[in-house]
Nanobody, 122 residues
Framework: QVQLVESGGGLVQAGGSLRLSCAAS????????MGWYRQAPGKQRELVAT???????NYADSVKERFTISRDNPKNTMYLQMNSLRPEDTAVYYC????????????????WGQGTQVTVSS
């Protein structure tokens, strides 16, 4: 089992910035896709951004040009730099990872973090 721990959430005024981190630990051979998702009160969880092991990124239209996803593969850590934050960005942000546990085990496993609250005041 791989544990994902998010950090960096908090309260910020509209127009401000935050940087989220997600650290993965446990039985990891390799991590493929990592991603950030968010869930606002009364809404479904939605994709924010994903990044592959090779660095290919994908963003939700609502965060393009404002958020930047990145990762440090040797540290098994992923980041989300959030700029120009808006009240509608308020949500619990979750880290997600798809990984393998051994060289000869090709099964894809998935883990979620516990989430970190981001609140943007107007």
């Amino acid at each position: 089992q791989v544990q994902l721990v998010e950090s960096g959430g908090g309260l910020v005024q509209a127009g401000g910035s935050l940087r989220l981190s997600c650290a993965a630990s446990g039985r990891i051979f390799s991590i493929n896709v990592m991603g950030w998702y968010r869930q606002a009160p009364g809404k479904q969880r939605e994709l924010v951004a994903t990044i592959t092991g090779g660095g290919t990124t994908n963003y939700a239209d609502s965060v393009k040009e404002r958020f930047t996803i990145s990762r440090d593969n040797p540290k098994n850590t992923m980041y989300l730099q959030m700029n120009s934050l808006r009240p509608e960005d308020t949500a619990v942000y979750y880290c997600n990872a798809h990984y393998r546990t051994a060289l000869h085990n090709f099964r894809d496993y998935e883990s979620w973090g516990q989430g970190t609250q981001v609140t943007v005041s107007s």
